[in-house]
């Protein structure tokens, strides 16, 4: 197993809650939102920095209670949440298969 293979399923294993996982997918949203308007306004790029923490940060401490995987993975702990973002749409995905099993039952 690669070295961003084990950080991204560490990354998956520590991020089941929920409401973590939607406010990981906002973070990952607003890290983008970061790099597109650091090329119109550098205020709204470090608003949008500041608010990635404070979410990301946040739903460790309050709905996952666990420690952030960077601090296990810190230097490919962005590029493993944002191919977790990107393989479940943003959220989309796990939203689509609740309904799904809803439905089914």
């Known amino acids: 197993m690669s070295y961003f293979q084990e950080a991204k399923a560490h990354f998956v294993a520590s991020h089941q809650n929920p409401i973590n996982q939607f406010l990981h997918h906002l973070t990952n949203l607003l890290a983008i939102a970061a790099v597109i308007y650091l090329f119109?306004?550098?205020?709204?790029?470090?608003v949008c920095l500041v608010f990635t923490q404070v979410f990301a940060l946040g739903g460790h401490a309050f709905f996952e209670k666990n420690e952030p995987a960077f601090v296990k993975y810190p230097g490919v702990t962005i590029l493993t949440s944002l191919s977790w973002s990107f393989?479940?749409?943003?959220?989309l995905?796990?939203?689509w298969v609740y309904f799904n099993r809803r439905q089914a039952t």
């Open 87 to 91: 393989e479940n749409l943003f959220g």
């Open 40 to 46: 119109y306004d550098w205020r709204l790029t470090l």
């Open 93 to 95: 995905r796990q939203i």
